[in-house]
């Protein structure tokens, strides 16, 4: 009993020291969202490059996905892509910093 109470504490020192991205994918390359272009990339193309991440799906067929950039301090920025109704992405935004993470009280 003492053993699982111990590893049940190691376990919970461990996250307690390291952080946890926020909801998202994170972008592993800092330059991953430059093969994007809009207009041109499907999105077939995308989920081979990026991988999967938080969506949002309209009625209209138009798909926003969000992909989260890491940054220095515990910052992290967002690389947001709009995909219209046939597939195609029709338009990108980079934020460089969005929030940090953990928030700050």
């Known amino acids: 009993m003492k053993r699982l109470a111990l590893a049940m504490c190691a376990l919970l020192a461990g996250c307690a020291v390291t952080p946890q991205a926020p909801p998202g994918t994170v972008l592993k390359a800092p330059n991953a969202d430059q093969a994007v272009q809009a207009g041109v990339t499907t999105k077939a193309q995308l989920l081979a490059q990026l991988g999967p991440t938080t969506?949002?799906?309209?009625?209209?067929?138009?798909?926003?996905?969000?992909?989260?950039?890491?940054?220095?301090?515990?910052?992290?920025?967002?690389?947001?892509?709009?995909?219209?109704?046939?597939?195609?992405?029709?338009?990108?935004?980079?934020?460089?910093?969005?929030?940090?993470?953990?928030?700050?009280?």
């Open 55 to 105: 969506s949002i799906r309209f009625d209209s067929g138009v798909e926003v996905w969000r992909y989260l950039t890491p940054g220095a301090g515990g910052n992290y920025g967002e690389f947001v892509v709009v995909i219209d109704p046939h597939g195609i992405v029709s338009k990108t935004r980079r934020a460089e910093t969005v929030y940090q993470w953990p928030p700050k009280k």
